[in-house]
């Protein structure tokens, strides 16, 4: 019976375990491939929807001062706010334009007032920015005022923008992003800050009823959920370990840092 039971280990489940073994360890090394992969496809799609975050911002602090501290009124400026877009019309290096301009000025002062650019504008150019009569020409420096939604992520130069994408973690469901706003004093200059955060996963604390042992945790998958939860924590902790945010992030409310992403 032994020859037997050998040729069966030998021919049967020798092979059987080899497979096994075989595919545990190209499982083993193709794991942290695949992780490393999908992570990459996902931080794409989240530091574009950052990227957005920071447009909208620039134009909200050039229209109020400050930064929005959250997604709500960053998406009510989307939809019904305004920015200043200035222009400027001819070129100084046309000296007869220039001369025009001078004379106009001067036919219109009412002692110390003077007709604005704007108005010379309205008199002597079509809305489109002709002149009315092509052979005056004037300089001029406009400001008009355009919706946010035609200027800031329009739907002509971005057909795949959605506004509501700026409040949510993308890959999680309903989790939102981390806002924050703040205006500090920096060398006597105050200076409004803001930073918009799209976590890999957080972490939780839990109650700790001993104070001799570290306080529990876990982490709560956000722009990775799904994925291996075990490479998301060893993530995690790295980052955390060489003092780098654990996900994606644009601004800071701690220092200014010209609004960069740590992805830049």
């Given at each position: 019976?032994k020859?037997?039971?050998t040729?069966?280990?030998?021919?049967?489940?020798?092979?059987i375990?080899?497979?096994?073994?075989?595919?545990?360890?190209?499982?083993?090394?193709?794991r942290p491939v695949?992780?490393?992969?999908?992570?990459?496809?996902r931080?794409?799609?989240?530091?574009?929807?950052l990227k957005?975050i920071?447009?909208l911002?620039v134009?909200?602090?050039?229209?109020?001062?400050h930064f929005?501290?959250?997604a709500?009124?960053?998406?009510?400026?989307?939809?019904?706010?305004?920015?200043?877009?200035?222009k400027?019309i001819?070129?100084k290096?046309?000296s007869?334009?220039m001369?025009?301009?001078?004379?106009?000025k001067?036919?219109f002062?009412?002692g110390?007032?003077?007709?604005?650019?704007e108005?010379?504008?309205?008199?002597?150019?079509?809305?489109d920015?002709?002149p009315?009569?092509?052979?005056?020409?004037l300089?001029l420096?406009?400001?008009t005022k355009i919706?946010?939604?035609?200027?800031?992520?329009?739907?002509?130069n971005?057909p795949?923008?959605?506004?509501?994408?700026?409040?949510?973690?993308?890959f999680?469901?309903?989790?939102t992003?981390?806002y924050a706003?703040?205006i500090?004093t920096?060398?006597?200059?105050?200076?409004p800050l803001f930073?918009?955060?799209i976590?890999?996963?957080?972490?939780v604390m839990?109650?700790?009823?001993?104070?001799k042992?570290?306080?529990?945790?876990?982490?709560?998958?956000?722009?990775?959920?799904?994925?291996?939860h075990?490479?998301i924590?060893?993530?995690?902790?790295e980052?955390?370990d060489?003092?780098?945010?654990p996900g994606?992030k644009?601004?800071?409310v701690?220092?200014?840092?010209?609004?960069?992403?740590n992805?830049?």
């Open positions: 019976m020859p037997v039971i040729k069966v280990l030998t021919y049967a489940v020798l092979p375990c080899i497979i096994v073994l075989a595919y545990f360890c190209v499982d083993s090394i193709m695949k992780f490393n992969e999908e992570k990459a496809s931080e794409q799609v989240a530091i574009q929807i957005d920071r447009t911002q134009g909200f602090k050039s229209t109020y001062g929005s501290p959250n709500d009124s960053l998406m009510w400026f989307y939809d019904n706010g305004y920015v200043e877009v200035i400027q001819g070129s290096d046309d007869l334009a001369l025009n301009t001078e004379k106009l001067k036919k002062q009412r110390k007032k003077t007709i604005s650019d108005e010379l504008f309205q008199q002597y150019y079509n809305e920015g002709t009315k009569d092509p052979d005056f020409t300089v420096t406009t400001t919706p946010v939604k035609d200027t800031l992520c329009s739907p002509k971005r795949d923008f959605k506004i509501s994408s700026i409040k949510y973690i993308p999680s469901g309903k989790d992003i981390i706003a703040e500090k920096v060398s006597g200059v105050k200076v930073e918009a955060c976590p890999y996963a957080e972490k839990l109650p700790n009823d001993d104070p042992k570290a306080a529990p945790y876990y982490y709560q998958e956000r722009l990775l959920k799904g994925m291996n075990q490479l924590v060893n993530l995690c902790e980052r955390l060489t003092e780098r945010y994606l644009v601004g800071s701690t220092a200014p840092n010209n609004n960069a992403g992805w830049e």
